[in-house]
């Protein structure tokens, strides 16, 4: 990789941590880190989710990290990207493991199986003005976890263990995710409309059609996700016609 951003060369673990995002934040705050550092835990005493939930794991059973990055090749309009980057790495990860069943993309960045979600994604950019200064991306995959308290995510929840019946190693599961990261943030960085077209296939919603609510107005559709684009809007089939809707401004309601 050269002099190429390499994540995964500096790693850091910890048996039990609040929370990797929080620290890598923090890290970000105080120091220059390395970019493609990665932070990773056993068990987070506070983990954060999105829409501000917590994220409950237990310890030693799941992967947990964050990756500081410094995505400088990426104007800020086009920051949707580093979710496809992440979802598609997830998506890898899980693929190498067994090709069935097929992964979902729950925008933005749930990853499901079977209607289940079976890994968070929790990314927060610094952008400042057309620039992302850097962007923490923290991953909630779950692997051995049998059990979970459902009411703590939204989706309700599955691991790799009850997907494919097999218990995993989890420090060779978390090389192999962090080889799936360094090649899709090398297709984000050299070729993002493969990586776009990658992410594409996977969408949640494309096949059958899926309830989506606006956030502001409450108002709900019943929909086709077609396809994302780089800006983060969606094309979906509604009413017999195409329309282009802002992520931001909807969500997929669930069961
Ligand atoms: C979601 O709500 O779906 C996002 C969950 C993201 C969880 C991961 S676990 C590692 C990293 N550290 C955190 O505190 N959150 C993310």
Known sequence: MGNEVEIGKVSVHFFSISSTNEFANSLLAKSEPIAGTVISADYQTSGKGQYDKSWQSAPKMNLLLSVVLFPDFLRAQYNFLLNIMAAQSVIDLIEKLSPEPRCQIKWPNDILVKGKKI????????????????????????????????????????????TLKKEFELPALFSSF?????????????????????????????????????????????????????????RVFWNNQFRWIDICNWKIAMG
């Open 178 to 234: 962090i080889y799936s990261l360094n090649e899709n943030y090398r297709l984000l960085k050299e070729d993002r409309n493969t990586l776009l077209a990658k992410a594409n296939g996977y969408l949640f919603g494309s096949k059958e059609f899926v309830v989506i609510k606006n956030i502001r107005t409450g108002q709900s559709m019943e929909v086709k996700v077609m396809e994302l684009d780089a800006h983060g809007k969606v």
């Open 119 to 162: 890994a968070g994604i929790l990314i927060k950019n610094n952008i400042q003005g057309n620039a992302i200064k850097s962007s923490v991306c923290g991953f909630g995959i779950n692997v051995n976890q049998q059990t979970f308290d459902c009411d703590s995510m939204g989706v309700k929840p599955t691991s790799l263990y009850l």
